[in-house]
């Protein structure tokens, strides 16, 4: 994983065409090279495993990971894909929401808290992570809370043996805390250095084919559950609000932006520019960067008219 290629000479060249050199970049940085999409198998058929709101099936497609800055490995993709090594992309469609409505719903289940903070607390982050995104000016998505009902959530933990539901519950949906274990069992070796992570899971036809209802070239998005991993000090080490403002993000199709840079002296992580985006978590960051709202604007500055 740790291929480190030394593109010195570019490094000043990336400084003055990208944002500004938001992080200082020194001679001792070395670029990190941004990992492989990894491609996976679920441990159950990857065909039709939940059912979407009009009784249409959906499958879990693709996972997006973020690592905290002293891990051997920066967040990745992640693809559940019987299908060879094809990389897809996947967005919300008009029309398609379980809710029955254009604007984005979001659920939080209380069933799974973190062992560090009381619920309340960790809520609280999540609303104003989302509100964050609503605030967004270039798009009008109204998101919107749907009140708990305290029966646990997830497709993908249900499929993994630690619970849930393969309802659709809300378009967005904060499944809560889970043990290391969850995290070890979905991504192997790779588990222990997931702080969070997004999964995407998509609609499927009556032929368990994937659908792009508005021909975007991106098959329909059905939800989007978020996990966090309890393995992690929510308390004192990771902040709730900045990595759930991440994941949100991932919620709302956006992908993982920026370059890592490593310290050859220090071995300390960077990211440039930085953003709520990055693929690592380098510590509290509750506002979007010019990045992150540009890459909103440009999946959401026109929907539903898209
Ligand atoms: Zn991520």
Request: with cysteine; hydrophobic share 35%; glycine share 10%.
């Amino acid at each position: 994983m740790n291929h480190f290629s030394t593109r010195l000479a570019g490094l000043a060249a990336l400084c003055l065409l990208t944002f500004g050199c938001q992080q200082e970049i020194s001679v001792a940085d070395i670029a990190l090279a941004t990992p492989e999409p990894i491609y996976a198998q679920l441990p159950v058929s990857t065909k039709s495993l939940g059912k979407g709101a009009d009784g249409s099936s959906v499958r879990i497609a693709m996972a997006e990971f973020v690592t905290p800055a002293d891990a051997d490995e920066i967040g990745n993709r992640v693809f559940f894909n019987d299908r060879g090594n094809k990389q897809l992309a996947y967005d919300f469609a008009p029309g398609t929401s379980g809710d029955g409505t254009d604007a984005i719903s979001y659920y939080i289940d209380a069933t799974r808290p973190s062992n560090d903070l009381p619920l309340g607390q960790t809520s609280d982050a999540i609303d104003r992570a989302m509100t964050t995104w609503d605030d967004a000016t270039c798009s009008d998505l109204d998101i919107f809370r749907i009140p708990a009902t305290g029966q646990p959530t997830g497709l993908v933990s249900a499929v993994y043996g630690y619970g849930g539901s393969t309802d659709y519950v809300a378009d967005v949906v904060h499944n809560g805390w889970l043990p290391g274990a969850f995290f070890s069992k979905v991504f192997g070796s790779r588990g222990k250095n997931v702080l969070g992570v997004t999964f995407t899971l998509v609609l499927l036809d009556a032929n368990g084919r994937e659908v792009d209802t508005n021909n975007d070239g991106k098959s329909d998005v059905a939800w989007r559950e978020i996990y966090y991993n309890d393995r992690f000090n929510w308390a004192t080490s990771i902040d709730v609000e900045t990595i759930a403002l991440h994941e949100a993000g991932h919620g709302l199709s956006q992908e993982h932006f920026g370059k890592g840079f490593r310290n050859t002296k220090t071995g300390e992580v960077k990211y440039s520019p930085r953003a709520v985006m990055n693929a690592i978590y380098s510590g509290v960051q509750t506002t979007v960067a010019g990045t992150d709202n540009a890459g909103h604007c440009s999946l959401w500055g026109s929907w539903p008219n898209k």
